[in-house]
Structure formats: structure tokens, C-alpha cells
């Protein structure tokens, strides 16, 4: 349960981070709906898709991570409609670097905090 709240936690650092950019609009029923299904996805696909990556994450040190983390981003702002992007597709790819960096620090704080207990 401590772990559902930390993905929760960490997925609200996304949207808080998502308000720093200039081009995008977040409606908040939309960003609430991202935030639970977000969580959602983070709890229950991606371990599934890290484990069937875990080769190619050995080659590349762990990077695959990141990447899958960005394209469950992407997928999901494309899937919910209440994030908008006003930029482009090189743009918004990079906006979403910038928010898997953001999530992957907010999630690293919070399984240090929720791992002490």
C-alpha cells in the first residue's frame, strides 16, 4: 500500500512538473485521470516490460529504463486528452525527457523514503 501511495506521490511531481513549461495546458479531471492511471500502469505493466527488457537493460547499463519510462509518458499524454503539448513532436519528446528525468528523481526520493519503514 506504502508503495501505491510513493507512485502516487511521484506521478503528482510529474503534473507539478509539467506546469513549469509554457506550452502545455493541463485541465485538472484530465490530470487526475493521468495521475491514477499513471500509477496504474507504473505498478502493474512496466515491472512486466522492465522484466522482459532486463537483457538489453544489462547492455545498456540500465538506460532502458529511462526510455521505457518515456515512451509509457508519451503514450499515456497522447492517450489522455486533458494534457495538452502546443509544440511539436521533437518538442514534446523533449519535454518528456525532461519529465522522465523529473519522475525518475521523484520516484528515487520516495523508495528511499517508503524503504527506511
Given at each position: 500500500?506504502?508503495?501505491?501511495?510513493?507512485?502516487?506521490?511521484?506521478?503528482?511531481?510529474?503534473?507539478m512538473?509539467?506546469?513549469?513549461?509554457?506550452?502545455?495546458?493541463?485541465?485538472v479531471i484530465?490530470?487526475?485521470?493521468?495521475?491514477?492511471?499513471?500509477?496504474?500502469?507504473?505498478?502493474?505493466?512496466?515491472?512486466?516490460?522492465?522484466?522482459?527488457?532486463?537483457?538489453?537493460?544489462?547492455?545498456?547499463?540500465?538506460?532502458?529504463n529511462?526510455?521505457?519510462?518515456?515512451?509509457?509518458?508519451?503514450?499515456?499524454?497522447?492517450?489522455?486528452?486533458?494534457?495538452?503539448?502546443?509544440?511539436?513532436?521533437?518538442?514534446?519528446?523533449?519535454?518528456?525527457?525532461?519529465?522522465?528525468?523529473?519522475?525518475?528523481l521523484?520516484?528515487?526520493?520516495?523508495?528511499?523514503?517508503?524503504?527506511?519503514e
Amino acid at each position: 500500500m506504502l508503495r501505491i501511495i510513493g507512485y502516487l506521490v511521484a506521478n503528482v511531481a510529474v503534473l507539478m512538473l509539467l506546469n513549469f513549461f509554457p506550452n502545455v495546458d493541463i485541465r485538472v479531471i484530465p490530470a487526475m485521470v493521468f495521475v491514477v492511471f499513471l500509477t496504474l500502469l507504473n505498478w502493474t505493466i512496466v515491472p512486466i516490460i522492465k522484466l522482459l527488457a532486463l537483457p538489453i537493460n544489462f547492455l545498456t547499463f540500465g538506460l532502458i529504463n529511462g526510455i521505457i519510462n518515456l515512451i509509457v509518458l508519451l503514450i499515456m499524454m497522447n492517450v489522455i486528452k486533458g494534457i495538452d503539448i502546443n509544440a511539436g513532436l521533437i518538442q514534446q519528446t523533449g519535454f518528456a525527457i525532461l519529465i522522465t528525468i523529473g519522475f525518475s528523481l521523484a520516484q528515487g526520493i520516495v523508495n528511499r523514503i517508503t524503504d527506511d519503514e
